[in-house]
């Protein structure tokens, strides 16, 4: 169904007000502060998801139809979050990094004979405390998306706001890097690796990912246009525009893994825009606007150009996804993980150093690991020799930081509600290939995060979850 052939157009009511602006702002606020690595950006997101909760509660007072017992399934899906945060606490309160005065130095100690079961080797157990609150909050504000909203066009409307603030930190990206290239003008880093307003490229890549797919979305939802100004004019090729920009960033700060996923993903998408313009009659009668149905319905000739530009996108982004792949399937491993160009490359020696290092630890803690925000702290009474001095913050892979911060319970917690979600929307048998698409996006990021710390960044944790619950709810709105 097309945007033009819903009744209602807007949102019913305050509580899908809120709801689209809440979301919005839980995306737009990481992503103009560094992708969350600031404080006042934690502060602030933490904030905004409390809204979250206090809607679903308020929806169930201004929209009579709403579905029975719908604010207890929404804090039931909240509770592996909440045991999370709960576990958090607890390691706080018994900590296995303590710091000791040896002639006049201060010296911090590990303690790996803590009886405690639960623990937390964070310097910080603040630091440690909000990190949990920002997943909280995260998931707190992507779950009213489902339940809250029965409409696509609420859906939509989030999707298409937050694809184009991605549209203009691309943008900005491009800018800034093109004045950085002239050597007259001095700009200052925003990190060592960085794209945009993020720090690690590589998690702009993520971001860019997810919206980019959200943009195709949008695409498949609204009609294709055929006359040159009403195709410039309409949200199709907004949307279109967008996701390209988006696809070319991935390309200006990827590894070869990551675009390849990035076009594989793009194909997708344009072979679902190709699909709906399928030069037949059908297709004609649902793109041409009502006034014009019956007479544009006969020559759905006019239908062969848009269906031959997307055929052709869809097959150079295939044919590209395996060609970077292939090329550099023959080369050295951490040339497919790794984008040679940045400075703080890790090669495939140092990713089985890491490995090696870490392995007796985390034997040490399986269950419950050595709690939120201590890879670093713990890693550095472990680190050899061979990966120098420096401090190691993260294991280059968000897969084996949460076993070592959180363990198999921690890791088992985590998705506890996207499974129970994905089982529900495989059993109920309401697919959308829209659905299928975001899917597709989610799968490419968590493959990223097994080689890359792509939730490492607010920004790629908040749009994971929003595309992930409107991927959900997508396939079974009631409003389309």
Known sequence: MRDEDVVIKTERHGSERLLVWNVVAMVLVPSLLFSGHSALSVGLFIALGILAPINVVVYKRVWLDAPRFNTQKYFLALVPYLISLGIVCVGVASPSVTVEMMDGMEYFVLNTDNPSLITSSAISGTHAILGELEILAAAAGALSIYFITESRFVMMKIFMICAIIAGFLALFGFAYAFVNSIDILEMPALGRNFFSTFPESSQWTAFALLWMAASFVVASYTSQRFSPMTI?????????????????????????????????????????????????????????????????????????????????????????????????????????????????????????????????????????????????????????????????????????????????????????????????????????????????????????????????????????????????????????
Not at 295 to 316: C, D, E, Q, T
Not at 326 to 355: D, F, K, W
Not at 407 to 422: D, E, K, R
Request: hydrophobic share 55%; charged share 15%.
């Open 232 to 480: 410039l004019l309409s949200a199709r090729f907004a949307a279109t525009v967008v996701a390209l920009l988006l696809l070319g960033s991935v390309f200006c700060c990827a590894t070869p893994l990551e675009k390849a996923l990035s076009l594989g993903v793009a194909a997708f998408g344009f072979a679902i825009l190709a699909a709906d313009v399928l030069p037949t009659k059908s297709s004609m009668r649902r793109h041409a606007p009502e006034s014009k149905r019956v007479r544009m319905a006969k020559s759905p000739s006019i239908m062969i150009a848009p269906f031959a530009v997307y055929a052709i996108l869809a097959a150079s982004a295939a044919v590209g996804a395996a060609a970077v792949w292939l090329c550099n399937l023959s080369g050295p491993s951490e040339e497919i993980l790794a984008n040679a160009q940045h400075s703080s490359v890790i090669t495939a020696q140092e990713r089985m150093a890491i490995l090696s290092d870490i392995k007796e630890p985390m034997e040490m803690r399986p269950l419950f690991g050595w709690g939120s925000e201590s890879f670093p702290t713990v890693f550095s009474f472990y680190q050899g020799v061979d990966l120098g001095e420096g401090v190691w913050f993260t294991p280059k892979s968000d897969l084996m930081e949460k076993l070592f911060e959180n363990g198999i319970v921690g890791l088992a917690l985590s998705f506890a509600t996207p499974l129970c979600f994905l089982l529900l929307w495989i059993f109920r048998r309401q697919y959308s290939i829209q659905s299928v698409l975001l899917f597709a996006a989610l799968a490419a990021v968590l493959a990223m995060s097994v080689f890359g710390s792509p939730f490492a960044s607010t920004s790629v944790l908040i749009s994971f979850w929003v595309v992930m619950m409107t991927a959900f709810r997508w396939a079974n709105a009631e409003v389309r």
